[in-house]
C-alpha cells in the first residue's frame, strides 16, 4: 500500500508517527482502521474527527470508496499532509481544516450519517463533539483500546443524557487481525433519553 510508504517515510519525518511504529504500521495502524470498514454502512456519508496523520479515515477510504468521506484536522501542518495524501493517492476524501465544536464547521459537516475517531478523547467528549455532526440515527464509531469496557462504564450515563443510545463495544477485524480492532458505537436518539416520553408540561389555572 502506497499510503503505508508515505506513512514510513515521509510521515515519521513530519513526526506524524514514531519511528518505533514503522515495523507495526500494518498491524497497529493500517489493518487496524480499515477492518472498522465493517461498522459502516454503503455508502455512507462520514466525518473522521481528528484525522491526524489520517487514521483511520485514509485506509477506510481505500478499502471503501463508496463512502462519502471528510478528513477533519484542526493543525495546518496535518491538514496539509492529509491534502497531499489525498492527492498522491488520487483519494475521493475531502480535507478540511477545523475542529467539530466551531460553529462553522458544525454548519458545514452536520447531517453525517457516521462519525469516525481515534485517539482523540474520552467517550463522553467526544460524543459532545461528534454528535451535532450527526444526522438522527447516525452513529459515532470510535476506535479505542482495552479500556473501553471502562469507558463505557464511565461515560455511558454522560452519552445517553446528551442524546446518545447507550454506548455499546464492539470488535471488528476477527477473521484478519491477531487482536481485533475495539470499538464503541454511539448512535444518535434525540431527543435525550432522559426526555422521552414526556409530554408537554400543563400549567395550573
Known sequence: MQFAELLAAVGVERGLIGPREVERLWDRHLLNSAVVAEAIPQG????????GAGLPGVPLCIARPDLDLTLLEPMARRVAW??????????????????????????????????????????????????????RGGRLVALKGESA???????????????????VVERCGADVLAVPTTIIVVTRSDPPQGARGRGPRRTKK
Open 82 to 135: 492529509l491534502t497531499e495524501v489525498v492527492d498522491t493517492l488520487s483519494l475521493s476524501a475531502s480535507v478540511v481544516r477545523g475542529r467539530a465544536e466551531e460553529p462553522a464547521i458544525k454548519h458545514q459537516l452536520a447531517g453525517a450519517d457516521v462519525v469516525i475517531a481515534r485517539a482523540v478523547a474520552p467517550l463522553a467528549r467526544l460524543w459532545g463533539w461528534s454528535a451535532p455532526l450527526l444526522r
Open 44 to 51: 455512507a456519508r462520514v466525518v473522521d474527527l481528528g484525522s
Open 149 to 167: 469496557a471502562e469507558e463505557v462504564a464511565r461515560d455511558g450515563g454522560a452519552v445517553t443524557r446528551a442524546g446518545g443510545s447507550l454506548p
